[in-house]
């Protein structure tokens, strides 16, 4: 039932393509997997839906992640299945450009309009009760914050950990220097190499774009890596941390 009473249909500005049911502790929990979700600008962003098997409307938690939503629901340090065994909707979402999401991936700067349309959207659907929070860690801290500084309806809290309020000091800066080493590593580890989870045609996309820069960069502990894809991250990043959004208008660009 919506919240005037009425009944809710399903909502048609999303696509479906698999559900399940598991059960966690005796809570049976439904699975939807690659939900596609509108952006503004008319991207459709890919996310897995899991929620208790009920008829009632419970609050939804949403993650939003570079890093594939196809791991643990919860990330590296918050158990997902426990969240929904408790009464929540969780939402795991790939952010823009990044795995099963369309669009181009430019490090944080569309999760302010992404993040706020996708709690829009969340709130919205006939499961949720119409309160939503947003959490993540490190990237998806940072992308839970810049979202919730576009104030969308319907979000009620926000728990970001291991992020900043920023990143002109203390991480992608440091006394005004541009942290190149750590986010190369960042990059070529965690987003293009085996922290991403690349295999098969992804992993070989990768190694197909970085075949025609020669030019090599120093990976830790990796020997030396091609510097093409990586190169074509680091200047959305460098543009992102020399002007903070969240913290100069509360509001991204």
């Known amino acids: 039932m919506s919240k005037n009473g009425s ?14 049911l598991l059960e966690y502790w005796r809570v049976r929990i439904v699975v939807e997997h690659d939900v596609k979700i509108p952006v503004r600008d008319g991207v459709l962003l890919s996310a897995d839906l899991y929620r208790p098997d009920t008829a009632g ?7 939003r992640t ?6 643990s629901p919860g990330g590296a340090s918050v158990d997902g299945l426990r969240l929904v065994r408790s009464g929540y909707a969780l939402l795991v979402q790939d952010v823009r450009g990044r795995f099963v999401s369309g669009g181009t991936f430019e490090p944080y700067w ?3 309009r992404d993040g706020a349309d996708t709690v829009a959207w969340a709130v919205r659907q006939p499961w949720c009760d119409g309160s939503a929070g947003l959490f993540g860690r490190s990237y998806e801290g940072m992308a839970a914050l ?9 979000l009620r809290a926000v728990a970001p950990h291991v992020a900043g309020s920023g990143f002109d000091e203390g991480w992608t800066r440091q006394g005004g220097a541009l942290q190149l080493g750590f986010l190369l590593y960042w990059v070529l580890y965690d ?8 295999s098969g045609p992804e992993l ?3 190694a197909k774009r970085g075949q025609p820069d020669r030019r090599a ?15 074509a991250l680091l200047p959305g990043m460098a543009r992102a941390s020399h002007r903070t959004p969240l913290l100069e208008t509360g509001r991204a660009p």
């Open 7 to 20: 009944r809710k249909e399903d909502s048609e500005d999303s696509i479906v393509n698999s559900r399940i």
């Open 57 to 63: 409307e419970v609050p939804v938690l949403i993650r």
């Open 66 to 71: 570079p890093y594939g939503k196809a791991g």
């Open 110 to 112: 569309n999760e302010a």
């Open 146 to 154: 810049l979202a919730a500084a576009e104030r969308p309806p319907g």
């Open 191 to 198: 987003l293009l190499l085996d922290g991403a989870g690349l």
């Open 204 to 206: 070989a996309e990768v």
């Open 217 to 231: 960069v120093p990976g830790p502990g990796r020997g030396r890596r091609s510097a093409g894809p990586a190169r």
